[in-house]
Nanobody
Framework: QSQLVESGGGLVQPGGSLRLSCTVSGFTVDYFSIAWFRQAPGKEREGVSWIKRSDGSTMYADSVKGRFVISTDNAKTTVYLQMNSLKPEDTAVYYC????????????????????WGMGTQVTVST
């Protein structure tokens, strides 16, 4: 069955870097796009970044622009989130989500657009 598995989370000091991976498998149809979301304790889940399968176009939350980079491997079976200059406020559980239907990029952070979700990986930024 369709599956998304996140990996790469961990504990890092402020200013450090981590690379998260989202491995996609079992899809009977190609996904349209993949997004990374995160949820900090006591806060709502929010969109972090998005990549469109067909042309590689990307979107970022304002809070991570210039620090995070989303990308895919050539086979488009793994989506990466390179996180640099990490801050304590980046601490959260990070989820990847896949959408199998097309939508306008302005809706990229709307969780209802995604029909497959991973279980999440914890990222903690602390001294």
């Amino acid at each position: 069955q369709s599956q998304l598995v996140e990996s790469g989370g961990g504990l890092v000091q402020p200013g450090g870097s981590l690379r998260l991976s989202c491995t996609v498998s079992g899809f009977t149809v190609d996904y349209f796009s993949i997004a990374w979301f995160r949820q900090a304790p006591g806060k709502e889940r929010e969109g972090v970044s998005w990549i469109k399968r067909s042309d590689g176009s990307t979107m970022y939350a304002d809070s991570v622009k210039g620090r995070f980079v989303i990308s895919t491997d050539n086979a488009k079976t793994t989506v990466y989130l390179q996180m640099n200059s990490l801050k304590p406020e980046d601490t959260a559980v990070y989820y990847c989500a896949a959408a199998t239907s097309d939508f306008l990029s302005i809706w990229w952070s709307s969780q209802s657009r995604y029909d497959h979700w991973g279980m999440g990986t914890q990222v903690t930024v602390s001294t």
